[in-house]
């Protein structure tokens, strides 16, 4: 019996290294395989980082319990139900249309689809800088009279 799980090991282990460097010949960023029983899945963190072991079951595929998330995986997901609005032009950037004027925008307001966030001054023109989404500034990347480039992020909005 013990051989017989020595000798499973040993083909789990072959198996991922085969699997290991197809991913990276493939640039794949997952890759999952059952054989002979077993399943083993391999997944990248992100397209930078190289692939890891995600789960390895031997024997009879199992159903398998997610882990709990993790603050980093909050905040990864967190981040992709955000929208950033970027700059569509090189410009200066101004958060409010007058000197003494409030901002258009500020962290926590809920805006609507089409409202202005700002203006970005290019050419002596005036740029309205609308929102895309409707829902709520969660993030502010740059300060007015601060000069943008194209496609600098402006601001982040979680939408609803």
Not at 149 to 159: D, H, N, R, W
Request: with cysteine.
């Amino acid at each position: 019996m013990e051989k017989r799980n020595r000798s499973s090991e040993r083909e789990a282990f072959r198996l991922i290294e085969e699997m290991l460097q197809l991913m990276e010949s493939r640039s794949l960023l997952e890759l999952e395989l059952e054989h002979g029983g077993m399943r083993i899945r391999l997944k990248k963190a992100s397209p930078a980082q190289g692939p890891h072991v995600v789960e390895y079951i031997a024997g009879t595929p199992q159903a398998v319990t997610p882990a709990p998330a993790t603050p980093q995986a909050k905040a990864a997901e967190e981040s992709l139900r955000r929208v950033i609005i970027k700059s569509p032009m090189v410009g200066t950037l101004y958060r409010a249309p007058a000197p003494d004027a409030p901002p258009f925008v500020e962290v926590g307001q809920d805006v609507e689809e089409g409202q202005v966030v700002c203006i970005i001054e290019a050419m002596k023109l005036m740029n309205e800088i609308k929102s895309d989404v409707a829902g709520r500034i969660v993030d502010i990347f740059v300060e007015s009279g601060e000069a943008v480039e194209f496609g600098q992020s402006l601001f982040a909005i979680e939408p609803r």
